[in-house]
């Protein structure tokens, strides 16, 4: 069975562009949260979307938006970026909600110049 | 504020020995604790979990829980140099709706060498 998978897996983007992420669920998996992992640090929590709804928002500004498709795919996607937005953005998921363990995607690297 | 808290390291050991990893947490309400291994530009990989005080056992690898102390350790029995990586400790903690979602501490980098 395929793992989460997650699109592109590299960008590059200049400040005050916008960006979105893509990341599909194990199958099954109804739950997907985002992450954001700047090196040396673990991953912090952006979002969390079960059943298509927002179930947890991180501290992050209004900048970062989300949403979770009927085939529980998921978006992120980050406007106006800045300098301090580089960084790997992970999505993982879970059967139901996050008290399930969840399971890593490859992240996607975002460089911003 | 909820926080975890783990030694950056790099926490270095002898290939074949016991190597073990620390984690502190602030919120007394955890439940549910995990350990993740991230190779170096790779993601996070669920090493272990778990849910009640005491030890649970997988493979070479043992997490021991201390809800009183507030204490979750991660013991990786006969250290290869495959398991040097980073060590990531995390716990959820409850939001309104009965979703939760996990902090993550920074991480203990392990080094196992020959």
């Known amino acids: 069975d395929a793992g989460v998978t997650q699109s592109p897996t590299h960008l590059i983007k200049t400040r005050g562009q916008h960006v979105t992420l893509r990341c599909s669920p194990i199958?099954?998996?109804?739950?997907v949260s985002w992450y954001q992992q700047v090196l040396g640090q673990g991953p912090q929590f952006i979002f969390q979307y079960y059943e298509k709804e927002e179930r947890g928002r991180g501290n992050f500004p209004d900048r970062f938006s989300a949403r979770q498709f009927p085939n529980y795919s998921s978006e992120l996607n980050v406007n106006a970026l800045l300098l301090g937005d580089s960084a790997l953005y992970l999505c993982?998921?879970?059967?139901?909600?996050?008290?399930?363990?969840?399971?890593f995607g490859d992240g996607t690297r975002l460089s911003i110049l | 504020q909820k926080e975890v808290e783990q030694n950056s390291g790099p926490l270095s050991v002898p290939e074949g020995a016991i190597a073990s990893l620390n984690c502190t947490y602030s919120?007394?309400?955890?439940?549910?604790f995990f350990w993740y291994r991230q190779y170096s530009g790779k993601s996070p990989e669920l090493i272990m979990f778990?849910?009640?005080?005491g030890d649970k056992e997988d493979g070479r690898f043992t997490a021991q829980l201390n809800k009183a102390s507030q204490y979750v350790s991660l013991l990786i029995r006969d250290s290869q140099p495959s398991d040097s990586a980073t060590y990531l400790c995390a716990f959820l903690h409850p939001l309104s709706g009965g979703s939760y979602i996990p902090t993550f501490g920074r991480g203990t980098s392990l080094i196992v060498h020959p």
């Open positions: 993982a998921s879970s059967f139901s909600s996050a008290s399930q363990p969840q399971h």
């Open positions: 919120d007394r309400g955890s439940q549910s």
């Open positions: 778990i849910y009640s005080n």
């Open positions: 199958s099954g998996h109804k739950s």
